[in-house]
């Protein structure tokens, strides 16, 4: 079968099972801490083994470096524009608009779903296999901030089927931004590929640092890291085979 479509059935799953768990059952907070460590490492280890090095080789140094920072910026921009979903925002707060609150929430996934799925096509230039990776590291974090978006909305609405078909549509910026940046990368040189391609990798290890890592890691004693350090190893046995 062709990888395509796996790489797509891969990079829409995160949000549709994330928001099918949101309206079943809500998992604890250490059991999502630890996937949200498990992507981080794996979004750590394929920006640094994979991505920043594949740029070095077919730009420059100097494109590389504008690149990341160029990516990091932009993650940066987009959460001073609409915050990003963390764990703890599954839980209602005292005299908030949960209904409101949980639609502005889906309205914040729309956009930021959008670069990820370009993150993903990154494999169009360099090798399918690392676009599988990045889809699948990218699916594994967008789980929780699928039930982040359906289990608020379900509880104060009660419209279950709603919830949940609201949640998984943030999905879709996911399946554009993939599909835009393949053509884009077709069409450009190769040292803006370069360019694209570290700040692909500057865009993950904003993620990383900025949430998956500081919000995995509280109230959990650091345990986590192991569940990090698990991402990094699948990275470099998934490079092996």
């Known amino acids: 079968m062709d990888p395509l479509f796996w790489i797509v059935i891969i ?9 099918a768990i949101g309206i079943i059952k809500m998992p604890t907070f250490g059991y999502i801490c630890n996937m949200l460590c498990f992507a981080a490492g794996v979004m750590l280890a394929i920006s640094f083994l994979e991505l920043i090095p594949e740029s070095l080789t077919i730009s420059s140094p100097w494109i590389s470096v504008l690149g990341v920072v160029l990516g990091a910026l932009a993650m940066y921009a987009l959460d001073k524009l609409i915050p990003h979903i963390h764990p703890r925002l599954c839980a209602q ?11 502005y929430l889906i309205l914040g996934m729309f956009l930021h779903n959008f670069p990820e799925g370009m993150a993903i096509a990154i494999g169009s230039v360099t090798e399918t296999k690392l676009s ?17 978006t359906s289990a608020p909305y379900f509880h104060s609405t009660h419209k279950r089927l709603r919830a949940f078909l609201l949640s998984a549509a943030t999905a879709v ?19 803006m590929v370069g360019l694209l391609i570290s700040a692909t990798a500057g865009l993950m290890i904003y993620i990383t ?20 350090m698990l991402g990094v190893v699948f990275v470099i046995l998934l490079g092996g085979i």
């Open 11 to 19: 990079a829409v799953s995160g949000p549709i099972i994330g928001s």
């Open 93 to 103: 707060e005292q005299g908030c608009n949960l209904e409101r609150t949980s639609v």
């Open 132 to 148: 599988i990776t990045i889809a699948l590291a990218i699916a594994i974090h967008n789980i929780p901030e699928g039930i982040c």
């Open 173 to 191: 910026p996911i399946l554009i931004g993939y599909i835009t940046a393949r053509y884009v990368f077709q069409q450009v040189s190769a040292q």
């Open 209 to 228: 640092a900025d949430e998956l890592i500081p919000h995995s890691c509280v109230g959990t004693n650091h345990r986590t890291i192991f569940s990090l």
